[in-house]
């Protein structure tokens, strides 16, 4: 089998992904490397740097758990404000399946480019998100009239970080469903016109 294969890939990503969620933030590519039985020159084929690799593992992660079809509702809807709670609630299901790959990436963002590469990659894919169901809120013509599409976008990606849902799931002891509607609801008062 050619090191250059879709399976080496996928090991060295699983392997990659295993190690962020079990907290490993000096996660080094020999590590990757040794977890997957690949050799180090085998991983520099597929992830020629570690910021390739750490950016293809969140992506990964999104691949394996089906964000796509999580998303499909949310990009199908027939109005801005169902698409603006089906955003909602594919992030709120989505968030404590990512929660210990995305604290392992916020750890290292002080010191580390390549989990800072990995981190801003999904952020901006998250934040377009929120500016599509914003957009689909004007569109309507229903988006509160005291925010640019901008403004109300930077609203809904700080409601739905997953820093703030850590806080008041974990540190709150909020449910799920709890966080769900409470940051539909929150929405909706920030940004929907009355």
Aim: hydrophobic share 45%.
């Amino acid at each position: 089998m050619s090191s250059k294969s879709p399976d080496t890939k996928s090991r060295l990503l699983d392997a990659a992904v295993t190690l962020l969620e079990e907290g490993d933030v000096t996660i080094r590519m020999a590590d990757v490397a040794r977890a997957a039985g690949i050799s180090r020159q085998a991983l520099y084929l597929h992830f020629p740097t570690r910021a390739d690799l750490l950016v293809a593992a969140a992506r990964h992660v999104e691949t394996l758990k089906g964000m796509e079809q999580r998303l499909a509702p949310s990009r199908a809807a027939a109005s801005g404000l169902k698409r603006l709670d089906a955003y909602i609630d594919a992030w709120a299901q989505w968030q404590p399946e990512i929660h210990g790959l995305a604290k392992a990436l916020m750890a290292m963002l002080p010191t580390d480019d390549a989990a800072r590469a990995a981190w801003d990659d999904r952020m901006r894919a998250h934040r377009e998100g929120c500016e599509a169901a914003v957009k689909a809120l004007s569109k309507d013509g229903s988006l509160a009239p005291d925010h640019t599409i901008r403004q109300a976008t930077d609203i809904l990606w700080m409601l739905l970080s997953l820093r703030n849902w850590e806080l008041l799931t974990q540190d709150c002891g909020w449910s799920q469903k709890r966080y769900r509607d409470q940051t539909k609801q929150m929405a909706r008062q920030l940004l929907v016109a009355a």
